[in-house]
């Protein structure tokens, strides 16, 4: 059974009035678990309306939501718990800090859960080192810590509760390239020794396509595709179509490939185009 | 001709002796027309440096001319503003209006010109963003590339020298992305407007005519696109990055590959490895 079944969802705002928008439109797919899956879709695609039908912050207009193979809605009054385990961080999830101290901030989550306070400082202490929090920022008032860190700290707070599905909609958004790159290796390493489900909404194509195993595409509140990020990123004029595009770094290979040099379409990321081009090379006895 | 000259600015927030130096003795000069990006990583300073450009903050040590205007004469203060528009992050903060038309004419409005004026400056204001057939929708309607270029449609229609763009694109998709570069572009080249760019994507920075990074409140290095993106490991070094395209071969240099310089774009990256490759 998988972890995650999304049937036949749709959501409608403002239905009955002259503004009725349909933003997710007879959705479905499952999650397993371990998946790291990318949502790609143009501004107004219906990502967001998605993950937060994902975690009960909306209720449905139609369709269901089951999380091991039960339907979210089932118990309406217990939908708090839901939220326990499907764990959604908002885009710049910095300006949600609201407590005294970070380590307080990122205790809410647990408290919350009804843990004990040994279990609550244990998480506490893992999700800081989880997302690269210094332990002498836990000490500190939020506001006193730079952007960067305070977006660590909100996204350690949703990891303290230990969902088995972490929703993280734009986590790098507006930081600088390394920053990028630090955030995702650790959300990556997160996922690896977790082994939990992680999707990642995000504008950047690199960098789905550098840590998601598959990618889903959203586009006009319909599921385009839903399959590995290899095959999706391979189709590129289909993504160009859509407002999307494929990385840079893939769309050159493909270029060269379609001009006759024998590489592989569809390939993700710098690293994997360098060995292909010297494998290339070194077979023609040129390099 | 120099448009904007900054002389040896030092910048702090606080007022404390012990606060942090933001800027630390910069200086630099951006001439008439020119196409500048400035990138650098959170916490550099270089959204400091843009509020510098239209008197939004005034150096405690140092001067900033725009025009040769002195930005620290605060008699001066609504004549550079009206000469330096500022276009920030997110759209959504920075319409007002319910109608397009009518946010693009809020700034006219402000410098008190006359309406048949105003009409004919908020007409030309949209159609250089490609957004006049849009003049009569809701701004909320629009999708965020849409909406940043209304945003500096508003910005157009006060009649600007220079507008300065703090990471116009940080919060769009993909093709609004492209749409605002290439109306920044198309602002430069054919209507002569001077723009400063800040930016954390590196296929963006490539475009300028010149590029400067900035790190701990000083200039790390600066050039042509080509000159600063050759310095892989330097950028690196300062929490940056370069395009995918410069990278690949960069690396396969690393590798061997005989490489006579790095590119900057994926048409120029394809056509030199056909070359090699083939």
């Known amino acids: 059974m998988s972890l995650l079944q999304v049937q036949d969802l749709s959501y409608v705002y403002s239905q009955g009035t002259p ?21 790609i879709g143009h501004t107004g695609s219906g990502k967001s309306t998605l993950v937060q039908m994902l975690n009960g912050l909306i209720r449905p207009t139609s369709g269901t939501v089951l999380l091991d193979g039960v339907n979210i809605w089932d118990k309406p009054k217990e939908i708090r718990k839901i939220r326990f385990k499907v764990g959604l961080v908002f885009q710049y999830p910095e300006y949600q800090l609201f407590e005294e101290t970070v380590e307080k901030d990122i205790a809410f989550g647990p408290t919350n859960m009804g843990l004990s306070p040994d279990e609550i400082k244990q998480r506490v202490i ?19 810590l730079s952007g ?43 996922h690896e020794q977790r082994g939990n489900t992680v999707l990642l909404v ?82 023609e006895g040129r390099l | 001709m120099e448009f904007i000259s900054v002389q040896n600015v030092s910048f702090q927030y606080a007022e404390e002796e012990n606060s942090q130096q933001v800027l630390n ?25 843009a509020k510098l450009f239209n008197a939004l903050l005034v ?24 000469k330096v528009g500022l276009v920030l992050q997110n759209p959504d903060n920075q319409l007002v209006a319910s109608i397009v038309e009518e946010d693009v004419a809020f700034g006219p409005e402000n410098l008190g010109i006359p309406a048949d004026e105003i009409r004919e400056r908020v007409d030309e ?19 965020g590339g849409q909406k940043q270029r209304v945003a500096i449609a508003g910005i157009i229609a006060m009649r600007p020298d220079c507008i300065v763009l703090d990471e116009p694109t940080a919060m769009l998709d993909p093709k609004g992305r492209e749409e605002v570069l290439s109306t920044i572009m198309k602002l430069n080249k054919e209507h002569g407007i001077t723009i400063v760019m800040i930016t954390h994507y590196m296929e963006e920075a490539v475009r300028a005519d010149k ?56 048409e120029d990256c394809v056509a030199m490895l056909r070359e090699v490759l083939l």
């Open chain 1, 19 to 39: 503004f009725e928008n349909t933003a997710v439109d007879h959705v479905s797919f499952s999650l397993e678990k371990g998946d790291f899956v990318g949502i």
């Open chain 1, 126 to 144: 893992d999700a800081s080192n989880f997302v690269g929090l210094k332990p002498e920022l836990l000490e500190k008032s939020p506001f006193d």
């Open chain 1, 148 to 190: 960067g860190e305070k977006r660590r700290a909100a996204i350690a707070g949703v990891i303290a509760m230990d969902p088995d599905i972490l929703i993280l909609d734009e986590p790098c958004a507006g930081l600088d390239p390394l920053g990028r790159d630090v955030l995702l290796t650790q959300i990556y390493r997160y």
């Open chain 1, 202 to 283: 995000s504008h950047s194509m690199e960098d789905v396509a550098t840590v998601c195993d598959k990618a889903l595409v959203m586009n006009h509140a319909h599921l385009e595709m839903f399959d590995t990020t290899q095959k999706v990123f391979s189709q590129g004029e289909k993504l160009r179509a859509m407002g999307l595009r494929v990385p840079q770094i893939t769309s050159i290979i493909d270029s060269l490939s379609v001009a006759g040099v024998p590489l592989e379409k569809g390939t993700l990321t710098v690293e994997r185009a360098v060995e292909e081009i010297t494998e290339y090379l070194k077979r």
């Open chain 2, 25 to 49: 003795d910069i200086s630099f000069e951006i001439k008439k027309g020119e196409f500048v990006a400035l990138l650098g990583q959170n916490g550099s300073g270089k959204s400091t440096i």
């Open chain 2, 59 to 82: 150096p405690q040590k140092g001067k900033v001319f725009v025009d040769g205007m002195d930005t620290a004469d605060e008699s001066l203060t609504y004549d550079i503003r009206s």
């Open chain 2, 125 to 143: 204001a949209l159609k250089a963003v490609d957004m006049y057939d849009h003049r009569l929708k809701a701004p909320y309607k629009l999708s």
């Open chain 2, 211 to 266: 590029v400067y990074v900035v790190d701990s409140g000083s200039f790390v290095t600066s050039g042509t696109a080509e000159e600063v993106f050759s310095q892989v490991e330097l950028l690196k070094k300062h929490r940056l990055d370069v395009p995918q395209a410069t990278e690949l071969c960069h690396k396969l240099r690393a590798c061997g590959v005989s490489l006579d310089r790095l590119p900057l774009t994926e």
